[in-house]
């Protein structure tokens, strides 16, 4: 796959989908006419993000069977996934079960969002990086609708009687897990370079590091003391790297998930 064109890809995967049929229990799913796949953009990880020719088509993907039925017509043990359409929930209570998908039934109730819409639920730092006794977290949902992601974003959420803004995920630039460098162009996995921690910049992991004094920080991408390359707000070398990123993701600059509706076309910079 990584060595197949954007235009490779886009009609293998055609040529597949058009002969593709799935069987749920009794029931035969074939895949609609008129639906097919427009677009590919390779990721570094190997993987492939591909865009269909319609809003049909996307409703379509988040019927029953449908991932099923490409990963059918993709083969070789294809793992296939919506690009869901995440926003940040911050200061959620962490005593919720975002593993039970009854916890995400009972939001879109008490939010009034459809049903099923919410794909996914995640702290954006795992659990096991929470402080003990922490209390409130910042969450990522996944919705498989940009409609009812941008009603979560208007509206807020509401997660166990408690009412919440939320807001859009925006693309990060990230770490290398082991050395702390960033922009990453390797997985830790198969990272060349030494341990360092990202608070410190010592030869242990950053979750192994006891070091609580500012001024003993050091981040080994800006070279300097006083914060280390996890210091998300205050690392000058990870926001430039954000803003680089960002400036690809043309996305980035809009308040909401852009739709035909221009409500959603508010950029971030402009106040309501």
Request: charged share 25%.
């Amino acid at each position: 796959m990584a060595r197949c064109s954007e235009k490779e890809l886009v009609k293998e995967i055609n040529d597949a989908l058009s002969i593709a049929t799935t069987i749920t229990g009794d029931t035969l799913h074939v895949i609609p006419d008129g639906i097919s796949v427009v677009g590919a953009r390779k990721l570094a990880n190997g993987g492939v993000i591909y865009t269909v020719n319609s809003d049909e088509a996307a409703a379509w993907l988040r019927e029953p069977a449908a991932l099923e039925n490409i990963a059918q017509a993709a083969g070789d043990g294809t793992n296939v996934s919506l690009q869901l359409n995440s926003v940040i929930v911050p200061f959620a209570p962490t005593t919720i079960d975002i593993e039970n998908e009854d916890t995400w039934r009972n939001i879109e109730t008490s939010s009034e969002l459809a049903t099923g819409t919410i794909r996914s639920v995640r702290f954006l730092k795992p659990v096991e990086h929470h402080q003990q006794g922490q209390r409130e977290a910042h969450l990522v949902v996944g919705f498989d609708s940009r409609e009812q992601a941008n009603r979560a974003i208007r509206a807020g959420i509401i997660i166990e009687g408690k009412e919440l803004q939320a807001k859009k995920e925006l693309p990060d630039a990230s770490r290398c897990v082991k050395c702390s460098v960033l922009p990453r162009d390797h997985d830790a996995k198969t990272c060349p370079n030494a341990t360092k921690c990202g608070r410190c910049a010592g030869g242990h992991a950053t979750r192994d590091c006891t070091v609580t004094d500012r001024k003993k920080f050091y981040c080994v991408n800006c070279k300097v003391t006083g914060h280390g390359a996890v210091d998300r707000n205050s690392c000058p070398s990870f926001l430039r790297a954000t803003d680089v990123l960002r400036s690809r993701h043309p996305e980035s600059k809009y308040k909401y998930f852009i739709t035909e509706d221009p409500a959603t076309w508010m950029t971030n910079d402009v106040q309501k």
